[in-house]
């Protein structure tokens, strides 16, 4: 089973900022979180890890919280393109790994 | 560059059939990954290569379902006696190494057994 909730469905304005919560109560010191989506009709796509600290890169933002028990993905300016579902997964290892996903937050993004 | 390529894309075969399904990987990735993503559903793991070796297999269902990764590139996942529980996008998926942080998906096959 994964060992992350989300909430099933979102919807973010267009041009507004994305913030998924994930929750991950029972993650383990050495566990990363990892956040992934997938786009209709295509395999899912990498968007960013984390340990403790937060991270950015170009594409969103992780915020982990101090107990590490939840995290944020954010996307600053959320696009139609940004439309899609969302999966964060704890994961042993900072390589890839054999993923356990959730059903994910279906992201839809209006105009 | 190429990403990961999965053939067929849609595959629709007879309960009881035997299928293949093929993925190239991202060249010289070593790491390759199958799922199967049911309708609604997360993927799901269901066996991983590190090489020409399956690292782990404990996601296959059953012993009707068997992947092999002869020359450590192309992979192929084989399905017998398909049932229609077995109906799913079967995705593939390679990584550079085991230790690389990202893994890149290919777009999936469309299996539909009726």
């Known amino acids: 089973d994964a060992k992350t909730t989300q909430p099933p469905s979102m919807d973010c304005a267009e041009g507004r900022a994305a913030n998924l919560p994930c929750n991950h109560s029972?993650?383990?010191?050495?566990?990363?979180v990892y956040w992934y989506r997938q786009i209709h009709s295509q395999g899912p796509q990498y968007i960013i890890h984390?340990?403790?600290n937060n991270e950015t890169n170009e594409m969103a933002s992780l915020i982990i919280t101090e107990d590490r028990k939840s995290s944020t993905l954010i996307l600053p300016h959320a696009t139609l393109r940004d439309t899609a579902v969302y999966y964060c997964?704890?994961?042993?290892?900072?390589?890839?790994?054999?993923?356990?996903f959730g059903t994910g937050t279906r992201l839809k993004v209006l105009a | 560059g190429a990403g990961v390529s999965q053939t067929p894309s849609n595959k629709v075969t007879e309960k009881g059939k035997y299928v293949e399904l093929r993925c190239d990987p991202i060249?010289?990735?070593?790491?390759l990954y199958w799922y199967r993503q049911s309708l609604g559903q997360g993927p799901e793991f269901l066996i991983y290569?590190?090489?020409?070796?399956?690292?782990?297999d404990s996601g296959l269902p059953n012993d009707r379902f068997f992947a092999v990764r002869p020359e450590g590139s192309v992979s192929t996942l084989k399905i017998q006696r398909t049932e229609r529980g077995d109906s799913a996008v079967y995705l593939c998926?390679?990584?550079?190494?085991?230790?690389?942080?990202?893994?890149?998906f290919g777009q999936g096959t469309r299996l539909t057994v009726v």
């Open positions: 029972t993650i383990s010191g050495n566990e990363y």
């Open positions: 290569f590190q090489g020409t070796g399956a690292a782990d």
């Open positions: 060249s010289g990735h070593t790491a």
């Open positions: 984390g340990l403790k």
């Open positions: 997964i704890v994961s042993p290892t900072s390589g890839t790994y054999k993923y356990i």
């Open positions: 998926a390679s990584s550079s190494t085991q230790g690389a942080t990202e893994a890149f």
